[in-house]
């Protein structure tokens, strides 16, 4: 499944491609699971609007959408956009910018049709992601869960775990508290800070909650730097692969020696999770 940092590259290389574009004409595929918002309206709602900007909301692609005088910078965009398209990637979504010739992909759900020729598509094989389309007159925009990882300050992010009994993994795996985090990055950022994903989320120490914050940012940040992980079947906006998981210290990496002292990599089970630490370096 994207995590974060994929669904930051496909935003951002989608953003860099379709801002400013007009959306000449929309087609939606006839399963209906992958349409939040029914396919006729998304359609009827998409059709001559203009892509203010594209940009991620936790694991959500947000384009914002207006009218053709907007545009500029991604704040005064959202802040002029009267209509969202939000595109969420489930376990196997792919959201790609095209040229119209370029071969239609089986499990293709959306096809938008640009003004200057590009195309965007919506392909899904497993069908666990969603579309929604968002008229911000009638209601109220799109906002994630929980806080975001990358801009979370020390002061919140410790409020965040204070008092909790559950593991610092699974809390944070839970999207209530922090958006877009999932298992590989939860991984490898604990690994960073060097604590056990199995210790309860509030017997952390403030320091060891600064040092998380810290990886976790860092973790990301330089998983955005790479272009994502590429597991499974993730690629970004122009179909090109991800280098971090060439990187990954402890992530799928079960009986292989620790990057840092060579002890063997474990795995355990953490909030139905599997999870991956280095039992020497992890305390
Ligand atoms: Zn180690």
New binding site residues.
Partial sequence: MPELPEVETIARGVDARVRGDRIAEAWFGSHREPFKTPAARQAKGLEGRVILAVHRIGKHIVCELGSPAGGGALDESVSKANAQWIVHLGMTGRLLVTTPDAPVASHTHARLRLESGREVRFVDARRFGRLEYRDLNQTKAFAGAGLEPLTVGPEEFAALFRGRKLAIKAALLNQGLLTGVGNIYADESLFRAEIRPRKAAGRLTRTELERLRVALVEVLEHAIRLGGSSVSDYVDAAGVRGFFQLEHCVYQRTGEP?R??G?AIRKVIVGGRSTHY?A??QW
Avoid: I, Q, T
Wanted: charged share 15%; glycine share 0%; net charge positive.
């Fill in positions: 620790c840092r002292c002890a280095c020497v370096c």
